[in-house]
């Protein structure tokens, strides 16, 4: 009987010791994974000088007027892969003079390639392991065709719109950009990039019918919300404004509210894309912003 009862402590020190290592451990792995800080680097895409501002409101608030607009596009070096958001200007514009539109809005430039940016952070356009573009707008998909090996992370409503015969006629140069990715990973709706919710693509439809926003929660700089072209302007997010060539104005209004309701839950800075204010606020590659 006194050998039993020995022996059944002696079981129950093992276990209780093989559970509190056990736990030692998940919470040593726990502390492995908050300490993989993620990275973002953020390149030039060109400048987009706007000639007819009063294209980005459907009432006259700036008729007459004209803004310059950066053009950013963005890395987020995570532990599970690295993201490409946005792809700036078409890359035929390097080495040549400014372009402006047939019908004059814009007049567009760009001065290096993505090969070239991300060289500069150490890396090649293979590295890339996702692409995901706010939406197929010339402006935003311009590097896309250098990633042919990329998974395209993209809304359907976007794809299926961007693929149509009828975009392939009309828009055939933001249907060429996109025309190489063949690696597909069509999303419905919010999009949790590496399931840990610090990469998370947000739908917010009206600019296109598959426009979308992405979320980026940093170490150092704290959570940020990148726009796309939900706005362009800091006065377009103070008045709700919405461009004239807006794919539907209804769900444009609805997006904003949507984006707006995000970014306060996540306490999150608001980054428009084409603010040069923005912009510059930003370390720009080779310098991260973590």
């Known amino acids: 009987m006194k050998k039993l009862i020995i022996l059944l402590i002696t079981l129950s020190l093992f276990v209780a010791c093989k559970k509190d290592k056990k736990e030692t451990t998940v919470e040593q792995t726990e502390t492995e994974v908050k300490k993989e800080p993620i990275k973002m680097f953020m390149f030039d895409g060109g400048t987009v000088q706007v000639n007819?501002?009063?294209?980005?409101?459907?009432?006259?608030?700036?008729?007459?007027?004209?803004?310059?607009f950066a053009d950013a596009f963005y890395l987020i070096q995570h532990p599970d892969g690295?993201?490409?958001?946005?792809?700036?200007?078409?890359e035929d514009l390097i080495g040549k003079e400014p372009f402006t539109t047939p019908e004059g809005a814009f007049t567009v430039s760009r001065k290096t390639g993505i090969e070239e940016q991300l060289k500069s952070i150490g890396l090649s356009t293979n590295d890339v392991k996702y692409i995901a573009l706010s939406h197929t707008h010339f402006d935003h998909s311009g590097s896309a065709s250098k990633l042919p090996n990329a998974i395209w992370i993209v809304q359907e409503n976007e794809y299926n719109f961007v693929t149509s015969e009828e975009q392939k006629k009309q828009s055939p140069d933001n249907f060429n950009a996109i025309k190489n990715l063949k690696a597909l990973k069509k999303i419905n709706g919010n999009y949790d990039v590496f399931g840990d919710g610090r990469v998370v693509i947000v739908s917010t439809p009206g600019h296109t019918p598959g426009h979308q926003s992405l979320f980026v929660d940093l170490e150092q700089e704290g959570p940020l919300m990148l726009t796309g072209d939900v706005y362009h302007m800091e006065e377009s997010r103070e008045n709700a404004r919405v461009p004239k060539f807006?794919?539907?104005?209804?769900?444009?209004?609805?997006?904003?509210?949507?984006?707006?309701?995000?970014?306060?839950?996540?306490?999150a800075r608001v980054i428009i894309q084409h603010s040069l204010k923005d912009f510059n606020?930003?370390?720009?590659?080779?310098?991260?912003?973590q």
């Open 52 to 68: 007819m501002l009063e294209i980005f409101s459907q009432d006259d608030a700036y008729k007459g007027q004209s803004k310059t």
């Open 82 to 90: 690295n993201l490409l958001w946005d792809a700036g200007l078409s």
């Open 246 to 267: 807006n794919f539907d104005v209804d769900k444009t209004l609805n997006s904003m509210e949507v984006f707006e309701t995000f970014a306060e839950q996540k306490g």
């Open 281 to 289: 606020s930003l370390n720009h590659a080779p310098e991260p912003i």
